[in-house]
């Protein structure tokens, strides 16, 4: 990977110069990304996640996730500064920044050919380009200013760092602590997330495109080193509780919204937008609700076009291996998430956080060869283009992240962009009730969800919640109803029925319906406290202590069961104080 000396010796920085600014740079990008809300998968994941409240000794921890490195961050989060979100946005800031500073390491060594050292070097200012932009481009947000992506930058962080120590280790100078970091951060990430199962076959392709020259000479040098780093899945065969065969149950996939081969027929067109969102950012989506392709429109030119990109990439390792590793580092890192293993949803930005690395350095290095082939361009050229495109792509960044202040101006951009995607309109609907209490709002969006997927059940869980603040528990009942009629078990459900009977005043009827509810599912805290409010106003207050009490040791945290506990005591306090008083009064004459 050759690059043109004479248009980058430019008043390069000195590496540490260099990285400074780059930190820099991320710091002013992101700072009005710290205040933003909980949304989405941020609430299982976190808000009412009790494994992260307390995490040692971290046994339960290790044992009830996939994940377990990352959501030992949060629990450090959680640990520092309870759910309140700036120290998360701060942690995911400072994980994105550390990404940064790996990538600029990374990019020197390879330019290089491992042998960057402390001197600043023209080809240095190829590396910073690459790692700016990649930085502040706005398609990173997802994986920075969603909290819960952290699995997705931790990952990366994890995945840059085995690379870089991998290329520390061939510099000659202290070879064996290098190589049992880059053993140990490779196993780490193993615990982050899964797409971390394809760096140590990466991190061998890199040393022999950049460092050994060959596969064989890699091996020979550092055969324990990738002995070190294959045991390293061990980590990952654990963390997935030894399951590696079936995708859904061993953490690849949650809810598979389509079959496998579905899956792989439809990623063509979805890498094929991600590329064109590195190309121009806009419009980005939060949610996509991306379809199944159907049709030979949406299979056949999507599926050509990365097919030739594929071909190229494998004809590259051969003949070009520093544009083959950038192309199998792509496809090898996104295999996890975009092949034939189908997930949930068929596309989100984050999974293009760390493949967008590669890409940029493409253009980057693209760029920089036709301004050296084409003698009229100044030298002075690339470096005022990568500064114009670094200042145009972090102002977009900035921009994104507004969208994120609030979780109603989020959904209301997904309800934009992608107006089939029910879910968005779900969740703009309860956004307008606890953000805004606009109730108006929030009945038009979910009645807009229902209208897109008629029956849906949160959907008509949360409009029943609506009609409830409106006062009309009647109307509610009868939303809930339409969900008992498919899930006559669902706890949640019955428990709200419960409490619409309640406020339309049948205390009988409503605790025949909550008592069931927690009978269904013993650990619902919510139930329980309903249980215990509708027996405190049925006057029956030492019942109702012990409902509230089983809904602390349920969450400990449960700020209104702790409030009603304390109330009910009070009542039970003052009702043997009366109780006393008679007893000691003197008999009447």
């Known amino acids: ?35 933003g809300p909980f949304v989405l998968d941020d609430g299982p994941n976190i808000a009412d996640n009790l494994l992260i409240r307390a995490p040692w000794p971290p046994r339960e921890l290790l044992a009830s996730t996939e994940r377990p490195i990352a959501e030992f961050s949060f629990a450090i989060n959680y640990a520092i500064g309870g759910l309140n979100t700036l120290g998360y946005h701060l942690g995911n800031v400072l994980i994105h920044m550390g990404c940064a500073l790996l990538l600029f390491g990374v990019a020197r060594r390879a330019l290089s050919n491992g042998k960057a050292g402390r001197q600043s070097s023209p080809k240095d200012a190829t590396a ?26 931790l990952m990366s962080f994890f995945y840059l760092l085995t690379i870089y ?18 053993c140990i951060v490779c196993a780490l990430g193993m615990g982050t997330k899964q ?13 022999r495109t950049f460092l050994a020259g060959s596969f064989r000479r890699a091996l020979e040098l550092r055969f324990g080193l990738y002995i070190g780093l294959a045991l390293s899945w061990g980590a990952l065969f654990a963390a997935m509780g030894g399951n590696l065969w079936n995708p859904e149950e061993a953490g690849f996939v949650e809810r598979p919204a389509s079959s496998g081969l579905d899956y792989l027929w439809s990623q063509p067109g979805v890498l094929l937008h991600y590329l064109g969102l590195l190309l121009w950012p806009h419009p980005q989506v939060f949610d996509y609700a991306w379809p199944v392709a159907r049709g030979l429109r949406a299979l056949v030119l999507p599926t050509v076009t990365m097919s030739i990109i594929a071909g190229a990439t494998l004809w590259a390792l051969y003949y070009r291996p520093g544009l083959g590793f950038l192309g199998a580092s792509f496809f090898l890192i996104l295999a996890p998430s975009s092949s034939f293993m189908p997930i949930a949803d068929l596309a989100f930005e984050h999974r293009m956080y760390l493949p967008s690395a590669v890409v940029l350095a493409l253009l980057v290095l693209g760029v920089r060869r036709a301004a ?13 283009l990568t500064f114009v495109a670094t200042a145009v792509l972090a102002s977009w960044t900035v921009r994104r ?22 879910r968005a309109f779900i969740n703009l609907g309860i956004a307008y009730v606890k953000e805004e209490n606009n109730l108006s709002a929030a009945q038009e969006a979910l009645e807009r969800a229902l209208i897109l997927k008629p029956g ?62 927690v009978s269904i599912d013993p650990a619902y805290a919510q139930g329980h406290n309903n ?26 945290e449960y700020r209104e069961a702790r409030s009603n506990l304390d109330s009910v005591q009070r009542r039970l306090e003052g009702r043997r104080a009366r109780r006393d008083n008679a007893g000691g009064a003197p008999p009447l004459r």
């Open 1 to 35: 990977m050759e690059t043109p000396a004479s248009h980058l010796n430019l008043h390069t920085p000195p590496p540490r110069w260099a990285a400074l600014c780059l930190a820099l740079l991320v710091a002013a990008t992101y700072a009005n990304s710290l205040r």
């Open 401 to 422: 992240n507004e969208d994120y202040r609030s979780a109603v101006s989020l959904w209301e951009t997904v309800a934009s962009n992608a107006p089939h995607n029910q």
């Open 456 to 517: 849906n059940v949160r959907a008509l869980v949360n409009l029943a919640g609506v009609y409830m603040e409106r006062g009309q528990p009647k109307e509610a009942i009868a939303k809930l109803e339409k969900v008992l009629a498919v899930e006559p078990d669902n706890a949640e459900v019955i428990c709200n029925i419960g409490v619409a009977l309640a406020a339309g005043g049948d205390l009988k009827g409503a605790r025949a319906h909550v008592e069931r509810a």
């Open 128 to 153: 910073l380009a690459i790692a700016a932009l990649w930085a502040v481009h706005p398609l990173q947000t997802q994986a920075v200013t969603y909290i819960v992506q952290r699995h997705e930058s």
């Open 531 to 556: 249980l215990g409010v509708i027996l405190m106003k049925s006057g029956k207050l030492t019942a109702a202590a012990r409902a509230f009490e089983r809904a602390l040791e349920i969450d400990r």
């Open 372 to 384: 050296r082939s084409w003698s009229a361009v100044p030298a002075w050229a690339p470096a005022c």
């Open 195 to 207: 797409v971390m199962v394809s760096a140590p076959i990466v991190a061998l392709l890199f040393d």
């Open 165 to 182: 120590a991998v290329a520390r280790c061939a510099s000659g100078k202290r070879p064996f602590a290098w190589g049992m970091l880059a």
